[in-house]
């Protein structure tokens, strides 16, 4: 009984996860281009085994856009396991945000590549 609520748990946690990042999905086409600092990195204990074996993590990065203020936000992400290590505490990434909101902030996955 207990493991059936264990699963139904992370299945719920999973798919509220799932729902923030397919809310901001259209940013990674349209949103400014920007580097960010990783300052804080939280493992959410969300497995993804089908996706590569990958985990959702949340990162909690420092923006310093081109023309704009710097700016601190939360970034939640599937990231594979062997990934893991280039998204820690100090490392640089590459995000797109939407201009608007803030808040709306993905990592631009393509750019994170030549990381």
């Known amino acids: 009984h207990q ?3 264990i699963k139904r748990d ?4 999973r798919e509220e996860f799932d729902k923030r990042i397919s809310e901001k999905a259209g940013i990674k086409k349209t949103g400014e281009q920007a580097e960010g600092v990783i300052t804080k990195v939280e493992d959410l204990n969300l497995p993804y085994p089908a996706i ?3 985990k959702g993590m949340r990162l909690q990065v420092t923006i310093t856009p081109k023309e704009r203020l710097v700016f601190l936000a939360d970034i939640d992400a599937i990231i594979s396991e062997k ?3 280039k998204f820690s505490v100090d490392k640089k990434v590459f995000v797109r945000f939407d201009s608007q909101n803030l808040k ?3 990592l631009d996955t393509e750019r994170n590549k030549s990381l």
């Open 3 to 5: 493991a059936v609520l």
């Open 10 to 13: 992370l299945e719920k946690r």
């Open 52 to 54: 590569y074996p990958s």
């Open 83 to 85: 990934s893991i290590e």
């Open 104 to 106: 709306c902030v993905v």
